[in-house]
């Protein structure tokens, strides 16, 4: 089990630039999340998945940010337009959903992250 | 909107002492899940225990916490910290059944001191 892979590890963008983060969740897991960290924020909400489907994407900046899951392997994050304040890691994570009614309480399995530096 | 507060900044402490990280969160909703996530340096944020159960203590890795809904409080203790407790930790919320989205604090930072 290799885990939550996120590449690239790091990534370098001009200001107005485009950038693309990509995040292969563990295999079985149909719930794939989206988060960004730093000092200040703290990890924040951005989006998730559920079986590929978007559930929620409360947290993400509509107008430059955008997430799509094309297939069960694979989840990206596009952010156009790149500013400084968009500097942060971005994190992925997966989540086994059992089946159950209640999901709730499954364990979130977070990848490395991409740290990225607008410049 | 739900939210989870938790000690804010640094807390530094000497080897052998109690830990107490505060968690408080809010949510309309009666039957929320709390997490307690632990991130070392360089390394991805990790569970470190969770509870539903109102009033029940949860142990893991020498961490307790109890869930306490009348006061809407989450804290994390250990009853003598170690070196290798330096970490963030975040707090964690999902609000409640297929309320899937989890909400967290803005972390903590421990600092154990030898």
């Known amino acids: 089990n290799a885990g939550v892979i996120q590449t690239p590890r790091h990534k370098v963008t001009g200001k107005g630039q485009e950038a693309t983060l990509w995040c292969e969740p563990i295999?079985?897991?149909?719930?794939v999340f989206w988060y960004r960290q730093t000092i200040v924020q703290g990890l924040e909400f951005l989006t998730y998945?559920?079986?590929?489907?978007?559930?929620?994407d409360s947290g993400m900046p509509k107008e430059r940010f955008s997430a799509q899951m094309p297939n069960q392997s694979h989840s990206t994050l596009k952010i156009q337009s790149t500013q400084p304040q968009d500097s942060a890691v971005y994190l992925c994570?997966?989540?086994?959903?059992?089946?159950?009614?209640?999901?709730?309480?499954?364990?979130?399995?977070f990848g490395s992250g991409t740290r990225l530096t607008v410049l | 909107g739900d939210s989870v507060t938790q000690t804010e900044g640094l807390v530094t402490l000497t080897e052998g002492l109690p830990v107490m990280l505060n968690c408080t969160y809010q949510?309309?909703?009666?039957?929320?899940?709390l997490f307690w996530y632990v991130q070392h340096l360089n390394e991805s944020p990790r569970l470190l225990l969770k509870?539903?159960?109102?009033?029940k203590r949860t142990e893991h890795q020498g961490f307790h916490a109890t869930l306490h809904k009348s006061s809407s409080s989450f804290h994390l203790q250990k009853s003598s910290a170690q070196l290798s407790d330096s970490a963030l930790y975040y707090c964690?919320?999902?609000?409640?059944?297929?309320?899937?989205?989890?909400?967290f604090g803005k972390g903590t930072h421990l600092h154990v001191l030898p």
């Open positions: 998945f559920r079986n590929q489907a978007p559930i929620d």
């Open positions: 994570a997966s989540s086994l959903d059992k089946g159950l009614r209640d999901f709730s309480a499954e364990t979130l399995y």
């Open positions: 295999s079985g897991h149909s719930a």
């Open positions: 509870s539903f159960t109102d009033n």
């Open positions: 964690a919320l999902t609000p409640g059944t297929n309320a899937y989205k989890v909400i």
């Open positions: 949510t309309i909703y009666s039957n929320p899940f």
